[in-house]
T-cell receptor, first 109, second 114 residues
């Protein structure tokens, strides 16, 4: 079992939809959780991070962590075609990040 | 890409040949990482470095070696390339000033082993 599991999709939604991206993890040592966004043929870039359990909001994006169920979520409100990318979740342990497989999202105009 | 360059950006090679990928940073970050990215597996850590001449293995280190003789350069070597090492390779850097360990990624090297 991978330490971080993520549905690879692809996920296709119409512009303006609310998008929910999810991951589960098995490593109880993770304290920080990250969401990276990766456009086609580019390197990943950090979108958001959260510490332990709880919510964090940044504009149209909300990250949630539920440590009791080992569940990580990213919500995108009012999705835009420019949000079309692969989204990777990750858990942080010491000096390393453990990534999920990534979910490919397509937002159709 | 946060002052990170990777070279070459594309490479096609044959099975059994040695290959070296280079990562160069201008950020003076202490930590450097090599990942490979494959469909269905996401990003997997190959090796990382926490200082000059200080390196350690990651999740998928077999068949790979690394060297870091200067802060700014981190080399990944495939001693004898195999078709299973066909992948996209990303270098990342971190200064680890933040506990959540934000890593900045380079543009990637697309390697094909025939």
């Amino acid at each position: 079992q991978k330490e971080v599991e993520q549905d690879p999709g692809p996920l296709s939604v119409p512009e303006g939809a609310i998008v929910s991206l999810n991951c589960t993890y098995s490593n109880s040592a993770f304290q920080y959780f990250m969401w990276y966004r990766q456009y086609s043929r580019k390197g990943p870039e950090l979108l958001m991070y959260t510490y332990s359990s709880g919510n964090k909001e940044d504009g149209r994006f909300t990250a949630q962590v539920d440590k009791s169920s080992k569940y990580i979520s990213l919500f995108i409100r009012d999705s835009q075609p420019s949000d079309s990318a692969t989204y990777l979740c990750a858990g942080s342990e010491g000096g390393k990040l453990i990534f999920g497989q990534g979910t490919e999202l397509s937002v159709k105009p | 890409d946060a002052g990170i360059t990777q070279s070459p950006r594309h490479k096609v090679t044959e099975t059994g040949t040695p290959v070296t990928l280079r990562c160069h940073q201008t950020e003076n970050h202490r930590y450097m990482y090599w990942y490979r990215q494959d469909p269905g597996h996401g990003l997997r850590l190959i090796h990382y470095s926490y200082g000059v001449k200080d390196t350690d293995k990651g999740e998928v280190s077999d068949g790979y070696s690394v060297s870091r003789s200067k802060t700014e350069d981190f080399l990944l070597t495939l001693e004898s390339a195999t078709s299973s090492q066909t992948s996209v390779y990303f270098c990342a850097i971190s200064d680890f000033q933040r506990k959540y360990n934000e890593q900045f990624f380079g543009p990637g090297t697309r390697l094909t082993v025939l």
